[in-house]
């Protein structure tokens, strides 16, 4: 059976099983071999995660490798976490370009083996932050790989994913949930910034790189200059990039500029946490709640060429370091 045709037959299977459905986008030509592998995790609501609860509901998730070369060394990887959407092409994109560098990525699926196909619209089917642990179980499963350098480990996603990969640095989740290990390098794409946690100026020492669009009006970028102004001050190793003029999922070259009337967006939210799992609006102390009235719908979403290319040769620029690779 060719490799395309095994591959098919692979995902029908864990289709039926009701684990994972990656669409066509998500299949890469270009690496050299592609392997899925199911990651055992567990799901926890937001309160749980930040209670330290480990008792959350099991969970088996899935995630597709890809390892750019045949050969036998040892590979630079990065995790690729989607956002709201699931899976899109901006995840395919990066590990195309990423697999070009001879990185290996590693793209997981936090939804669809939990029922969830799109939280847009409905973003109370899933926690935001559960998917932390979802990576950090990602990067286990790296670390353990024949292929994969386990100190050359790095994650990157974007809006819910780049909340996970901007929060997977905090070091009391890394002590509450990892084994470790940690990644060496964090890059958060329009992230999820505004939500004030306990000790969250303690994390990594590592590069945290954060990319944004300035017209984003659905997850804007003034919590996260906010948040990056805190950790530059505790003397972190972090940075932000903003690119003038452009929305939300600016990196998805197969998603035009378009108007998501039904996107839920806290842009007019400002949220804290006052004791562990103890999550409030700053401005009322009304618990938190997706019907908190200061959540709105409709924002911009799509495709910004410019700020796409810049943001890959910034990314380019950012693994070659944090990975020591050979121009």
């Known amino acids: 059976m060719g490799s395309a045709r095994l591959r098919r037959a692979i995902q029908r299977a864990l289709l039926i099983s009701g684990f994972i459905i990656f669409g066509p986008a998500a299949v890469a030509k270009e690496a050299a071999k592609t392997e899925l592998h199911l990651i055992q995790t567990i799901t926890l609501t937001d309160e749980q995660f930040l209670a330290g609860k480990k008792d959350g509901k099991p969970t088996v998730i899935a995630g597709e490798l890809r390892l750019p070369s045949l050969a036998t060394d ?45 939280t847009g619209a409905d973003q109370s089917q899933l926690g935001l932050l559960t998917m932390i642990y979802d990576s950090y179980r990602a990067l286990d499963l790296l670390a353990k790989h024949p292929r994969i350098d386990p100190e050359r480990i790095g994650i990157m996603g974007g809006s819910r994913g780049g909340l996970v990969a901007l929060y997977a640095a905090l070091k009391r989740f890394q002590g509450t949930y990892g084994s470790g290990r940690e990644f060496a390098v964090y890059l958060p794409f329009y992230a999820v910034c505004g939500m004030r946690f306990l000790d969250d100026e303690n994390v990594s020492e590592k590069p945290i790189r954060l990319f944004h669009g300035s017209a984003d009006d659905y997850v804007p970028v003034a919590p996260c200059r906010s948040y990056v102004a805190r950790l530059t001050k505790a003397g972190k190793n972090v940075r932000l990039t903003e690119y003038s003029g452009a929305y939300h999922l600016f990196d998805d070259p197969i998603y035009p500029l378009r108007n998501l009337p039904q996107g839920l967006t806290g842009r007019k939210c400002a949220f804290e946490e006052r004791s562990p799992g103890n999550i409030v609006n700053a401005a009322t102390g009304a618990p938190f709640s997706y019907s908190d009235p200061c959540f709105e719908r409709g924002a911009m979403v799509g495709y910004d060429a410019a700020a796409h290319a810049a943001s890959i040769i910034a990314v380019k620029e950012i693994l070659r370091t944090a990975f020591k690779l050979k121009e």
């Not at 709201?84 to 669809?112: K, Q, Y």
Request: charged share 20%; no cysteine; glycine share 18%.
């Open 74 to 118: 040892r590979l630079p990887a990065m995790v690729i976490v989607h956002g709201s959407g699931g899976i899109l092409g901006n995840d395919d994109h990066w590990a195309r370009e990423l697999g070009d560098m001879g990185i290996a990525t590693f793209i997981i699926d936090g939804f669809t083996p939990r029922g969830i196909s799109n």
